[in-house]
């Protein structure tokens, strides 16, 4: 049976009272409350205030797996921009070599990132390692407003839905790090969606068109099934996620073909059901995202004031008493 000190090293220790400053991962026994006590995240979390982008915009693809290292690319109208974010500062980087308006298809981190899709449709594939772009093997479909994978990778990416105009279209397409494959459609055509997860791992969700909008389905390598609806719906959501079980979205538009109304709503998926969270601070509409249910990060948008906001999302670490329970 695995033990405390062979996974963390270290003897749980007996102390008289709560140490001062406490480290995450820390456990000790309080002697003098008779209690178990560690030290970690707690609680459902809250949106904060970042740093401002340099060159506002919507309908950009955010790229990360956490607050200190996210990039997000392209904006309307027609934009190359890229920019890096070190969890205070956004800093303009080399640009791609295509400008791409709502570019929505994305995967990898900062130093190995792939952006796919653009509006007006398009089939371009570019690649960045840290520095520089280069174009890779086009998607199959031209396609703009696709699903991106927040969990994949340069050789493992998944483009979900999209298409060359609305309502968009139901194609899947699945990438290898040398050339995309069709694989198994959307059980609904859908058009700027939401997603989380990994090419063979993957939640969507939302749909700019009734009644679809609340929609939610979730791909295992092979085939795309129906799971829980998420509770608010809407479509141009910004979100992140690693898996398809942990995955958030937040803001977008509430009701399909509407414009202009963002929205504040933050949800998270356990893998079984959403759930509404803390709201961020203003309504945003068309923003990117990044980062995951405990690290995780909203930007940009088409909703003032929200077009260069970056907001960041972090549970807080506290003391935790241990019971049986």
């Given at each position: ?70 990039m997000i690319a392209g904006r309307g109208p027609n934009s190359a921009l890229v920019e890096t974010y070190d969890g205070t500062t956004w800093t303009e980087v080399t640009a791609m070599t295509n400008g791409r308006q709502g570019v929505s298809g994305g995967a ?39 699903c991106n994978s927040t969990g994949g990778t340069t050789t493992a990416a998944l483009a979900g839905g999209g298409g060359s105009g609305a309502p968009g279209g139901a194609l899947t397409e699945q990438f290898d790090g040398t050339s995309w494959t069709e694989v ?142």
């Amino acid at each position: 049976m695995a033990t405390y000190i062979g996974i963390k090293g270290i003897e749980i220790q007996s102390l008289a009272s709560d140490p001062a400053n406490p480290v995450v991962g820390q456990v000790w026994y309080n002697t003098d409350s008779a209690t178990l006590k560690g030290y970690g995240m707690q609680g459902t979390g809250a949106w904060a205030s970042g740093g401002a982008m340099n060159t506002a915009g919507g309908y950009v693809i955010g790229i990360g797996t956490s607050i200190s290292a996210s990039m997000i690319a392209g904006r309307g109208p027609n934009s190359a921009l890229v920019e890096t974010y070190d969890g205070t500062t956004w800093t303009e980087v080399t640009a791609m070599t295509n400008g791409r308006q709502g570019v929505s298809g994305g995967a990898g981190s900062t130093t190995a990132g792939l952006v796919y899709g653009a509006a007006p449709a398009s089939t371009l594939v570019e690649e960045w390692n840290g520095t520089g772009w280069t174009e890779r093997a086009d998607i199959n479909s031209s396609r703009s407003y696709t699903c991106n994978s927040t969990g994949g990778t340069t050789t493992a990416a998944l483009a979900g839905g999209g298409g060359s105009g609305a309502p968009g279209g139901a194609l899947t397409e699945q990438f290898d790090g040398t050339s995309w494959t069709e694989v198994g459609d959307l059980n609904f055509a859908r058009w700027r969606a939401s997603s989380a997860g990994t090419s063979t791992d993957q939640l969507v969700t939302g749909d700019a068109n009734a009644p679809e909008e609340d929609k939610t389905e979730k791909w295992n390598g092979t085939t795309w099934t129906a799971v829980s609806d998420i509770n608010g719906g809407g479509y141009s959501m910004g979100g992140g996620g690693a898996t398809s079980s942990t995955a958030w979205v937040m803001g977008g538009t509430p009701e399909a073909k509407r414009r202009g109304v963002g929205t504040s709503n933050t949800e998270h998926y356990n893998g079984t059901s959403w759930t509404e969270v803390g709201d961020v601070a203003s309504p945003i509409e068309a923003g990117g995202g990044a980062g995951t249910t405990t690290s995780g990060m909203g930007m940009g948008g088409y909703t003032p004031p929200t077009a260069s906001a970056t907001y960041e999302w972090s549970i807080p670490d506290a003391t935790k008493t241990f019971t049986a329970s």
